[in-house]
């Protein structure tokens, strides 16, 4: 089974930008699809972004065209680059795989492995 190790949070400002990591081990990266999730304080865990296996990808309506997800399977890593920060981005974030199904899903119950999940914290 795959392990998951989030990177690349920290404190920003308003408008910055940051870019995680979520580095695989354990399994055949390629035959995973890959989500990112979210959760701030006193909130359910959102869904962020999600990859199939070598397909297209897509975004929560609250990130889209600040954030983009990709993957790089040589290295087994997948990434979140995000751009124009906004305070309410402010939560852990955490990288999600699963196998099981035919495409990607937006919920965080069809996942199967997890990260330990990364802080960002955006300041106004």
């Known amino acids: 089974q795959v392990q998951l190790v989030e990177s690349g949070g920290g404190l920003v400002q308003a408008g910055a930008s940051l870019r995680l990591s979520c580095a695989a081990s354990g399994g055949t990266f390629s035959s995973y699809h890959m989500a990112w999730f979210r959760q701030a304080p006193g909130k359910e865990r959102e869904f962020v972004a999600r990859?199939?296996?070598?397909?297209?990808?897509d975004y929560a309506d609250s990130v889209k065209g600040r954030f983009t997800a990709s993957r790089d399977s040589a290295l087994n890593t997948m990434y979140l680059q995000m751009n124009s920060l906004k305070p309410e981005d402010t939560a852990v974030y955490y990288c999600?795989?699963?196998?099981?199904?035919?495409?990607?899903?937006?919920?965080?119950?069809?996942?199967?492995?997890w990260g330990q999940g990364t802080q960002v914290t955006v300041s106004s």
């Open positions: 999600a795989a699963d196998r099981r199904r035919i495409g990607a899903s937006n919920r965080e119950y069809d996942y199967d492995y």
């Open positions: 990859m199939t296996r070598g397909g297209p990808t």
